[in-house]
């Protein structure tokens, strides 16, 4: 293997890392994959969903681009997207390997054989019908990382009602406006989980959300987990065990359209309100289908593999739940977090359960180097062939740690570009393929195509950065907003018209490798989640005391960006010692934790445009200890030297 030198900036990491023959020998990914999508964009895809999953009725067209920004893929297909996430291994002999390992936070452990989880899910199917649940209805899931998360989105995947996670971190309004912007029927949740050692609660925000709206709900079902006491409401809440347990395992399946929707997802936009990214059936199955194997060079019949998101994002989604799983994997679920009971538990689990690919977030990485060596050090990581990063840019530094400590210097890392709205990975090398380079996502995977482009939309040379746009549709692209077709065309498809718009700034470099910049609009990128700063800055004025709110991303160690808001008092209101924290209660309060600013400066005069636009800019510069840059549009140019005196008094 040849690691060719340093590169200015890059700190310990190699340049650029060649794929290891012995591993290239053997890769699932071949190089041939991009030769025959470049010749053949259409049947590359088509190939791919015909190979990869097992349709009822075969399509006749692979793309119907007509009504774009539209897409339409895999016409006149029809499938199950439960039955090739499950039964069709069992029925191909299958049904005895493990589906999931589960972990739970207090060290419980639960065995899930394919087999199983098909009696699982139909039973679960079957106790949603009985509730009323109809293809098309929609279904809430608030649950931690417990197994019947799993078994309830594949459920409601079998009865083609399309589900709404939401993040179990969120709180109860922020999970009434998802519920009531899907018109939810019924709600999955539990009672409560486990979090550093002590139980946490979810029912209780269920039922506080319930209280205030969401009249389209008519149950509550509820999974026992942590047998924390909960208000119960006679003739809505329906406790899991009683429903399921009682359920037949006997349920017909019955196949859908390629373009019936399969969920709703909420992810932050640059408003205040989350924007419901819709993802159907056909094209988003294959897309992770295909991701999950080539890009972790995956073996159902070798590999345990391990994502260590949350369904209650869309990695979860793709990587924990459909990709797996239509590929008949195994792998390990955990439901607690890195540190319970020490600081090595996921390396403790990764030697458990002789986990060969990990996928994880740089945000991650750096707590464990943080954290230090002797945690991974204390187990046998050997098993481990594969390593993968998403969810912001991974520094080189982050990068060559993540080789070479937990990789031993020999796993392949692949960094993944995608969306909410890709729905699948779009931008990643290919382990045994790709020569590694540390820092990039470098090429866009084989089937997708990639620009970096310039404000006019053209696209630009090597070295410039500029906005990454995707130039051709993709099988597992959003098909739209939920409700809101319109926002759709002017979010993504309006900027540079027939392209989309991801919002990312990137660049290429001598090589033509893409390097992501971070995002270009006013979404942030807290530890991997996505956060809005408008969305932010609304549940800041919801307070009381609050008159005028601006919120920034500021550049974070450990967190890649951390929440830092501006706020006026409103007049008469005075800074009093408790007003910072109960603020940032207030936003947990609004949103959820993870959306708690980091500091919150109280100011006397926020910097606006002539025009009245807040220049998040010169805050940034402020909130990064920096030189306060261009100065010349501002009404008042006085006003940033008043904010930095107030900030220097208040240290
Ligand atoms: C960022 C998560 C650089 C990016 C799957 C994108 C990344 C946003 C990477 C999507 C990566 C994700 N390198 N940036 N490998 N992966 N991002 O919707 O800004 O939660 O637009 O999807 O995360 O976040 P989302």
Redesign the pocket.
């Known amino acids: 293997m040849t690691d060719t030198t340093s590169q200015a900036g890059t700190g310990h990491a190699p340049r650029t890392v060649d794929p290891d023959p012995d591993f290239a020998a053997q890769a699932v990914a071949q190089a041939a994959l991009y030769e025959e999508a470049d010749t053949d964009r259409l049947g590359f895809w088509a190939r791919q969903a015909r190979e990869l999953l097992t349709w009822d009725t075969d399509f006749t067209q692979t793309l119907d681009w007509s009504g774009a920004p539209f897409a339409k893929w895999f016409v006149g297909g029809r499938l199950n997207v439960a039955v090739n996430c499950v039964d069709r291994h069992v029925e191909a002999g299958d049904g005895d390997r493990v589906a999931l390992h589960f972990e739970g936070e207090p060290g419980d452990t639960r065995t899930i054989t394919y087999a199983e989880l098909a009696a699982d899910v139909r039973r679960a199917a079957n106790a949603l019908a009985a509730l009323g649940v109809q293809a098309g209805d929609r279904v809430a899931i608030y649950l931690p990382m417990i197994p019947e998360a799993v078994v309830a989105m594949l459920a409601c995947a079998r009865l083609g009602a399309p589900h709404s996670v939401v993040f179990g971190g969120f709180s109860a309004d922020a999970l009434r406006s998802r519920i009531e912007d899907a018109e939810a029927k019924v709600v999955i949740t539990c009672d409560g989980s486990y979090r550093r050692g002590k139980p946490t609660t979810l029912k209780p925000a269920v039922d506080a959300a319930l209280a205030k709206g969401a009249p389209s709900v008519t149950n509550v079902l509820v999974v026992r987990r942590n047998g924390e006491a909960v208000d119960w409401t006679e003739g809505r809440d329906v406790w899991w065990h009683d429903a399921v347990g009682a359920a037949g395992e006997e349920h017909e399946a019955q196949a859908f359209d390629a373009e019936h929707p399969l969920y709703i997802l909420y992810?932050s936009g640059t408003t205040g309100k989350p924007k419901g990214?819709l993802h159907t059936s056909g094209g988003y199955l294959a897309q992770a289908a295909y991701t999950t194997k080539n890009v972790f060079d995956l073996r159902p019949e070798r590999d345990v593999y391990w994502c260590t998101a949350d369904v209650g994002?869309?990695?979860g989604h793709?990587y924990v739940v459909y990709g797996p799983l239509a590929l008949g994997v195994t792998q390990v679920v955990y439901e607690g977090t890195p540190d319970t009971p020490d600081k090595d538990r996921w390396w403790s689990l990764v030697e458990k359960y002789g986990v060969t690919v990990l996928y994880t977030a740089?945000t991650a990485i750096r707590t464990c180097m943080k954290w230090g060596e002797e945690y991974p050090g204390r187990h046998d990581l050997s098993s481990l062939r594969v390593l993968g990063?998403?969810?912001?840019?991974?520094n080189p530094e982050a990068w060559a740690w993540y080789r070479r400590v937990i990789g031993a210097d020999r796993t392949p890392v692949v960094?993944?570009?995608?969306?909410?709205?890709?729905g699948a990975?779009m931008?990643?090398p290919l382990p045994g393929v790709t020569t590694l380079k540390p820092g990039s996502?470098q090429v866009p995977l084989p089937g997708v195509a990639a620009e970096v482009v310039d404000d006019a939309g053209e696209p630009l040379g090597h070295g410039q950065a500029g906005y990454?746009v995707l130039t051709e549709p993709w099988p597992s692209m959003l098909r739209g907003l939920w409700g809101d077709p319109q926002r759709y065309v002017d979010t993504y498809w309006s900027r540079f018209p027939g392209r989309y718009f991801?919002?990312?700034g990137a660049k290429r470099d001598e090589d033509g490798d893409i390097w992501?910049?971070?995002?270009v609009d006013d979404?942030m990128?807290v530890s991997?989640?996505?956060l809005s700063t408008a969305e932010i800055e609304s549940a800041l004025v919801s307070h009381p005391t609050v008159a005028e709110a601006a919120v920034v991303g500021a550049t974070d160690e450990t967190t890649g960006q951390a929440v830092v808001a501006f706020v006026i008092l409103r007049g008469g209101a005075q800074e009093g010692p408790d007003t910072v924290r109960e603020l940032r209660e207030h936003v947990g309060q609004e949103i959820g934790p993870i959306a708690k600013p980091r500091s919150i400066m109280v100011v006397a005069e926020l910097p606006k445009t002539r025009s009245g636009k807040i220049m998040r800019r010169l805050l940034r510069d402020v909130a990064e200890n920096r030189a306060t840059g261009d100065v010349t549009t501002l009404t008042d140019a006085s006003v940033m030297d008043t904010i930095r005196a107030g900030m220097t008094r208040s240290e």
């Open positions: 992810t990214i994002w869309v990695t793709s740089p990063s998403v969810g912001e840019p991974i960094d993944t570009w995608w969306q909410t709205e890709t990975m931008i990643s996502a990454l991801a919002g990312d992501l910049l971070g995002r979404v990128n991997g989640h996505r």
